[in-house]
């Protein structure tokens, strides 16, 4: 079978980040980008599919050339091979999807697995808009996911407010992989070496044939407010009075 | 200062980083009740490639470069010691003898094993009779038809309860002083050599460092690396590279102390204040800065004009040098703005201060370094 796992660089997330100036985005300057930890979910459970039922895993990304890096990581995770649709511009998700659904029509996978969002601007909407350009089942905030033994079905369990849902889509289908779906592999020194020789195929967005035009603006990030310092209280009724009076929690 | 590194060990490092992060640090605290790294971390870091570092690509192994392997270093010093000792003791002494010197016949047999961490490997040089003063051991190696039988002890040394091969330097002919010195691949089990128990030390809980004895112990003659008589000049050759990851390791461990440092500085309160706005605290964490960014300037300058195959003993002891004795400082000052909890154990403070203290010993004193640097720069007229 082959599986096709879209993928995003991020900037580390244990780094702290600044806003731009002008407020439009994020200072990229000397930050340290990994990748998107949702997305590495999405790898590792690619690669057990292909473990368990054969195939091939392909990856894709659609950013600038520096994503090479974060690209080459998937690969030394264990996908077989790269594709990399070149942009130098920010696009919004829905210029995203129509990237990937055209990358999806020259590969036909069985599978589409991704990660449910990327750390960085917590969109959560790629997947979902690729399902509907693509008219394909979708099914998001995978903790498990399991395929039929012809391959033609996936029972996949979903993290919903306060419980689990299970439910069956027909593949090829959109999955999106949540935080418990998998702990990831790591891409180790033999990985990293062998996929010294996979292929990353570079396609550069204007062939594509798509409109990137956006259809959100972002206009403005605001950090979140500073947090006040603690205090001490002397007593268990100062305490009371407080969370009474000035927390407004009693 | 820029880094320069090749794709696959930025890669790499940032798979150190997590693994730092998520597998290492969290046991690190239990690591250093139990004295002993777990098993299936050792596992871990094998199947992770840690132990091939720096075994050429051709034996099996990934030839990072002198760069590479610092930056690994570095990520990996901001944990608990013991774990990148074992990887450090292995890329920075154990092999470097064989990648340099080693014949093709050896390194077919060797290499590959070590690469994927099979074998660990460990470099014994001291004695009880002599650390510094290198060309002073005792230990002797004569030749017997096809074999040389080995007799003597060797003192504190790294891995050697987990190593399977080492290097070991034994004196071939006294006359000859520096140039009677060679070194020997000598495996565990050989007949004739047995490793001590463990040392109780100061600190590096989690390593062990032992004695061995060589009693008539028969090596192949076709376990000579480099030659006979050239086991001095390849011994410094093997510590030139090791005291510059120990260097590294030292620097991470220093940028940990900084960022905890300041941690602290900024959510302790006294006198109504967070002591990060007193001026004496914040003269702490500048000065501790300012010796970090001379430190990374020092160590990774070393390490480019290594890649590009020059021989500088003397910046390196520099570097080593200059990293030991303020990582040192840093882990004090580190101490005292943590005031009472940084004595405690429930805080790693006190364990870094141990630990670091080490780094101005093992692999050539701070005198030592001192003496490689001065001799340099009294023969070339002051150049540095
Ligand atoms: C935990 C640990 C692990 C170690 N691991 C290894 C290992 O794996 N392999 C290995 O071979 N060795 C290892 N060593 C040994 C280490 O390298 C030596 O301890 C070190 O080189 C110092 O030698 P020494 O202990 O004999 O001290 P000495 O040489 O006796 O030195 C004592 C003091 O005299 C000073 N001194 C000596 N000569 C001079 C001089 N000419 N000028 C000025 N001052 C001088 C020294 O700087 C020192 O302060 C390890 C040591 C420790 C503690």
């Known amino acids: 079978m082959k599986i096709l796992v879209p993928v995003k660089q991020v900037p580390n997330p244990d780094e702290k980040v600044k806003i731009k100036k002008d407020g439009s985005g994020i200072e990229l300057e000397g930050v340290k980008m990994v990748l998107n930890p949702f997305c590495e979910i999405a790898v590792e459970e690619a690669l057990r599919m292909k473990e368990k039922h054969g195939g091939e895993v392909v990856v894709v990304t659609v950013a600038g050339k520096d994503a090479e890096l974060q690209v080459r990581t998937a690969l030394a995770m264990g996908a077989d091979r790269a594709i990399l649709v070149e942009t130098n511009e920010e696009l919004d998700p829905a210029a995203i999807a129509s990237a990937l659904a055209k990358v999806y029509e020259m590969e036909s996978p069985d599978v589409v697995i991704m990660g449910k969002q990327a750390v960085d ?5 790629v997947g979902q808009i690729l399902a509907a350009k693509l008219s394909l089942p979708q099914a998001t905030f995978a903790s498990k996911v399991e395929l039929s033994e012809d391959l033609k079905k996936a029972t996949v369990t979903r993290e919903v407010d306060g419980g689990l849902e299970t439910i069956e889509v027909e593949l090829p289908a959109i999955i999106t992989a949540d935080l418990r779906l998998n702990e990831p592999r790591y891409a180790s020194l033999p990985g990293i070496m062998r996929a010294k020789k996979k292929e990353m195929k570079v396609i550069p967005i204007s062939e594509l044939g798509i409109d990137t035009a956006p259809k959100v603006k972002v206009l403005k990030l605001e950090p ?27 | 200062m820029r880094i320069v590194l090749k794709r696959e060990e930025e890669i790499f490092i940032q798979t150190v980083r997590k693994f730092v992060k998520t597998e290492l640090e969290p046991i690190s605290a ?3 009740e139990e004295d002993r790294i777990p098993e299936e971390i050792i596992s871990k870091m094998r199947q992770l490639g840690l132990f091939g570092m720096s075994v050429p690509e051709e034996y099996g192994g990934f030839g990072f470069s002198v760069t590479g392997q610092c930056a690994v270093m570095e990520e990996m010093g901001r944990t608990n010691a013991c774990f990148r000792t074992i990887i450090s003791t292995n890329n920075g002494i154990g092999v470097t003898g064989l990648v340099l010197a080693g014949t093709p016949e050896q390194k077919e047999k060797y290499l590959p094993k070590i690469a994927t961490g099979e074998y660990i490997t460990a470099f014994a040089l001291t004695e009880p009779g002599a650390g510094s003063d290198a060309a002073g051991i005792k230990t002797s190696a004569v030749r017997a038809g096809d074999n040389y039988v080995l007799n ?3 003192q504190f040394i790294t891995n050697a309860d987990v190593a399977s091969l080492f290097s070991v330097i034994a004196v071939t002919d006294r006359e000859k002083k520096h140039d009677g010195l060679t070194m020997f691949l000598v495996e565990r089990g050989t007949p004739g050599f047995t490793v001590g128990p463990p040392e109780k030390k100061m600190g590096l809980r989690g390593s062990h460092t032992c004695e061995l004895f060589f009693d008539d112990c028969r090596v192949p003659a076709g376990n000579v690396v480099g030659g006979e008589g050239k086991g001095f000049r390849l011994a410094m050759e093997v510590l030139d590279k090791g005291r510059l990851i120990i260097a590294a390791s030292a620097l991470g461990a220093a940028r940990k102390l900084l960022e905890m440092m300041v941690e602290h500085a900024n959510q302790r309160v006294a006198f109504g204040k967070p002591i990060g706005s007193f001026q004496a605290i914040q003269w702490m964490i500048a000065d501790s800065a300012v010796e970090i960014y001379a430190m990374e300037n020092m ?8 890649d590009e195959g020059k021989k500088i003993p003397h910046r390196v002891a520099m570097a080593k040098l200059f990293a030991t004795e303020k990582a040192c400082e840093i882990a004090d000052r580190a101490l005292q703005v943590h005031g009472g909890m940084g004595y405690m154990k429930d805080l790693p403070v006190e364990r870094f201060y141990r630990d670091l203290r080490l780094t101005r010993i093992y692999e050539g004193t701070s005198e030592i370094q001192r003496l490689i640097i001065a001799r340099h720069c009294l023969k070339k007229g ?3």
Do not use: F, H, W
Not at chain 1, 121 to 125: A, E, G, Y
């Open chain 1, 224 to 250: 979140p407010k500073e947090r006040a310092g603690g205090v001490i209280v002397g007593s268990v009724q100062e305490l009371v009075e407080k969370l009474k009076n000035e927390a407004k929690v009693l």
């Open chain 2, 30 to 32: 239990q690591v250093e």
């Open chain 2, 152 to 154: 003597g002890t060797k």
């Open chain 1, 121 to 125: 601007d917590d969109s959560n909407q």
């Open chain 2, 299 to 306: 160590i990774y300058s070393a390490a480019a004009e290594m």
């Open chain 2, 382 to 384: 002051g150049e540095c």
